[in-house]
T-cell receptor, first 118, second 114 residues
Framework: GAVVSQHPSRVICKSGTSVKIECRSL??????MFWYRQFPKQSLMLMATSNEGSKATYEQGVEKDKFLINHASLTLSTLTVTSAHPEDSSFYIC??????????????FGSGTRLTVV | AQKITQTQPGMFVQEKEAVTLDCTYD???????LFWYKQPSSGEMIFLIY??????QNATEGRYSLNFQKARKSANLVISASQLGDSAMYFC???????????FGKGTRLSVIA
């Protein structure tokens, strides 16, 4: 079935530095990528939607200059947390939309990245 | 606006018993899909079961079944013969028409007791 590889799975960074998270679709073309954020004991909150070759659409309250999303190819989308602060510590997870094969009924999740900013 | 409601923050079930996790949804769309995911402590989202709004039969996948009551806008997950490994967070989610993201409920933490 469809697989999305997300890296890194866990990262600790110093406050003020930037962190890049990658989501790569391994055997299908991800026409759309959704990025979610999850705080402890809470649900997944949509941060942004990105379509290959287009600018990402951010949800209300999400700073686009802080959370840079790039979807330059049909198999790779990246989320960069710029100038990270402790309040950015969270679990970040991507979900690829497979508009062609429809496996997992069209939504395949990465395994998530646990970001800790110290 | 589309909305998913899970009213049970936490549930306990005895091993080998069945358990029902509640989910109600709100949408004005005629075409939509309902999902259930399991999220263990590792964080990965494990797809369990899917029900399309036009599906006449309730979806089943092994020990998982979805009790779909369209008129009541409910899509409860039934887990039969619970196992200790079923202890996790469970999320109900909805896809509405078009190339849109899943909307998630707040989740239910299921604890299976030996």
């Amino acid at each position: 079935g469809a697989v999305v590889s997300q890296h890194p799975s866990r990262v600790i960074c110093k406050s003020g530095t930037s962190v890049k998270i990658e989501c790569r679709s391994l055997d299908f073309q991800a026409t759309t990528m959704f990025w979610y954020r999850q705080f402890p004991k809470q649900s997944l909150m949509l941060m942004a939607t990105s379509n290959e070759g287009s600018k990402a659409t951010y949800e209300q309250g999400v700073e686009k200059d802080k959370f840079l999303i790039n979807h330059a190819s049909l198999t790779l989308s990246t989320l960069t947390v710029t100038s990270a602060h402790p309040e950015d510590s969270s679990f970040y997870i991507c979900s690829a939309r497979d508009g062609i094969r429809g496996s997992n009924y069209g939504y395949t999740f990465g395994s998530g990245t646990r970001l800790t900013v110290v | 606006a589309q909305k998913i409601t899970q009213t049970q923050p936490g549930m306990f079930v005895q091993e080998k018993e069945a358990v029902t996790l509640d989910c109600t949804y709100d949408t004005s769309d005629q075409s939509y899909g309902l999902f259930w995911y399991k999220q263990p402590s590792s964080g990965e989202m494990i797809f369990l079961i899917y029900q399309g709004s036009y599906d006449e039969q309730n979806a089943t996948e092994g020990r998982y079944s979805l009790n779909f009551q369209k008129a009541r806008k409910s899509a409860n997950l039934v887990i039969s013969a619970s196992q200790l490994g079923d202890s996790a967070m469970y999320f109900c989610a909805m896809r509405y028409s078009g190339n849109t993201p899943l909307v998630f409920g707040k989740g239910t933490r299921l604890s299976v007791i030996a």
